[in-house]
């Protein structure tokens, strides 16, 4: 059974930091990986999308690596902002279905 | 585009009533997802529709849990006989075939007195 995790469960910086969540997951069979940021009360945001035979996908200061060997994701945050604060979630797509699994997500507070 | 709405934004019943939301994805997309969030936890998948097709439902579903999408457009999820356990976020996202992005909807925060 596929299983998501994302540690730590929450981190505070201060503004400026370059910063890493980490997103591990115990099967290699997937078909794709995205990253999302969630604020509080509201939907989800897509940031980046990592196909599984992608390593890497950049958008501005977001990066995120995929490494499916060793069942470990990893967004980059450069010069962390204020407004980067909310809940960052990793979801997987299960090769051969339409399920996605996401894990509990890293609550990033970056202080000013 | 105007993205992905749900409505209602929030409902609350009463134990045992019966209740439904409603997805309207984003227009050309014909990949619909529901998805159930609890406070702490991140989104578990519920079911997957392409087009007017329900192509996965989770087992975690009971038989108190439907959702349909008549003619690939809109969807709805009712839940019926609810439970205080249903109380939740009900997040709706959509899709296109082939660039796999999800989107949003703003959720349906239920509450089950």
């Known amino acids: 059974k596929q299983e998501v995790t994302q540690i730590p469960a929450a981190l505070s910086v201060p503004e400026g930091e370059n910063l890493v969540l980490n997103c591990s997951f115990t099967d290699s069979a997937i078909y794709n990986l995205q990253w999302f940021r969630q604020d509080p009360g509201k939907g989800l945001t897509s940031l980046l999308l990592?196909?599984?035979?992608?390593r890497e996908q950049t958008s501005g200061r977001l990066n995120a690596s995929l490494d499916k060997s060793s069942g470990r994701s990893t967004l980059y945050i450069a010069a962390s902002q204020p407004g980067d604060s909310a809940t960052y979630l990793c979801?997987?797509?299960?090769?051969?279905?339409?399920?996605?699994?996401f894990g509990t997500g890293t609550r990033l507070k970056v202080l000013a | 585009d105007t993205g992905v709405s749900q409505d209602p934004r929030h409902k609350i019943t009463k134990r045992g009533q019966n209740v439904t939301f409603r997805c309207d994805p984003i227009?050309?997309?014909?990949?619909l997802y529901w998805y159930r969030q609890t406070l702490g936890q991140g989104p578990e998948f519920l079911t997957y529709?392409?087009?007017?097709?329900?192509?996965?439902k989770s087992r975690l579903l009971s038989d108190r849990f439907s959702a349909e999408r008549p003619k690939g457009s809109f969807s709805t999820l009712e839940i019926q006989r609810t439970e205080q356990g249903d109380s939740a976020m009900y997040l709706c996202?959509?899709?296109?075939?082939?660039?796999?992005?999800?989107?949003f909807g703003p959720g349906t925060r239920l509450l089950v007195l």
């Open positions: 996202a959509s899709s296109f075939s082939g660039l796999e992005t999800q989107y």
């Open positions: 979801a997987l797509l299960e090769g051969g279905t339409y399920k996605y699994i």
């Open positions: 990592i196909q599984s035979s992608q």
């Open positions: 227009s050309e997309h014909n990949r």
């Open positions: 529709f392409q087009n007017e097709a329900q192509l996965e």
